[in-house]
């Protein structure tokens, strides 16, 4: 046995890479090694997956628990801030504004196994990665977010892979460049954005992108040509009236033609020409051809969870308790963010809320008490409308709004634009990640100590 915090485990390599690290006396985590080069750990806390949501959960429990106490599986070396892919696909911002080591982003104290989680035993407490390491935990976070399932749209990763083929996506960092590029390539003609037939984070990128594209084509005198639409497979434009008020007032007044519960199907690049179907009647296809395609893909969670069905509810997201946080059969499970099953906009800023009450549950449990902090469902969603307007929406459970600003936050604000392009990038990556930010509330209160 030796301490694990000597090694950074690279199971992405093709062997296990060892590498010292700031050498330690404590012996929280213990390392076995077998002769076929596979690990058994075990630690106190295990966070699988290194995003939002671990990441800030790592730093918030590194500092409360004892040195190596905390293991992270996550598989990527970098580390990205997606809310701000939206503005690279406008223009504004880059792909290497978004991203940075994910070391970076993990406390020094927290042990960082660069791997996939294969399968999760929450009856064995242990985690098995793809290079078959073990990892035993007393207490598990689940924070893996959302996978893009472009094969649920036929003819959809040909169409990305091909520089040439108009469809993009802002969603991932590989293509969100490529949608500044279709609409700098747009001449005017059909363009078209979707929103899927499932879950997605952050539900209002698809229309945001959708506006600034409208705003890009009415500054570069192509608008005059050309029809821009949003193909949405829900009901309504936004899922908080108050905002989807607002939003009707904007597609009227930009033009844009909005067609509800249509969904893309699949997609003809070599004739630039993609399906739609209606939910009420998925037999109901139309053929659009297309001179600019921006795609949000079908999402749903990693298979290490999907797949397991004493963590899933029937959707195959986590299943906790949308108050705690807490698994709905095992106390010693706790999820955030994007793959757990709460009713909430699955949002960066909904994470921020979550970590609070997951801390304070979580160090209850620990502790053999009950876990009674309450997350609200609080999300928001900055809706940029133009190149210098955002619509800034705020909201808890069932739809209610919860604003933080002394103006009314429906209408398109100058300054709501100002803090999703450069606020909140700071707040994430200097505050957040670090486990200091839990949300507005207490700005809020500053601005309106009674309370709205
Ligand atoms: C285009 C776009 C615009 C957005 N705009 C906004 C916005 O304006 N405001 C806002 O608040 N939010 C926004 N979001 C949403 C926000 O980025 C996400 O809600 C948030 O990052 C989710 O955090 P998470 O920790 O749940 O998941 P992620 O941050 O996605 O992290 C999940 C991690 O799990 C890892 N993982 C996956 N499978 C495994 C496995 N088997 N084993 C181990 N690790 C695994 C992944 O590598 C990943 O690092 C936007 C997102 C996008 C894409």
Redesign the pocket.
Known sequence: MRPLSLYYLDASADGVKERSLVPSSHLHARLRRNATMSHAFSCKLLI???????CTMAAKFARRLPKDSVIV????AE?FY??L??LVGAGVKKVSDCVKAERACLPDKAIWIKD???FIDPDKMSVTTAKDHVINYEYLIV?????YDYDKVPGLKQALDDEKSRVST??SPDYCGKTWSDLQNFKGGDAFFTYPNTPI??P??PQKICYLAESYFTKTDVRSKSNVTYNTSLPVIFGVKKYADALMKVVEKKNINVNFKTVLKEIHPENNEAVFYQVDDPTKTQAVKYDLLHVTPPMST?E?LSSNSKLVDKTGFLNVDKYTLQHCTYPNIYG????TNTPNS??????AKQCLVLQKNLLKTMKGKTAKARYDGYG???LLTGHNKCILAEFVYDGVPRETMPFNQANESILAYYM?KDLFPYIYWNLMLKGYYHGPEVIRKLINPLGK
């Open positions: 699988v997956g290194g995003g939002s949501g671990g599986v996550e598989p990527s580390h997606q809310p892919f939206t996939y989680a294969k924070a893996v977010g959302l996978k802002i969603y984070k952050c209002g990128a990693p290490v955030l963010g994007d793959c699955k949002t960066a800023a909904a994470i928001a969603c900055p999703k």
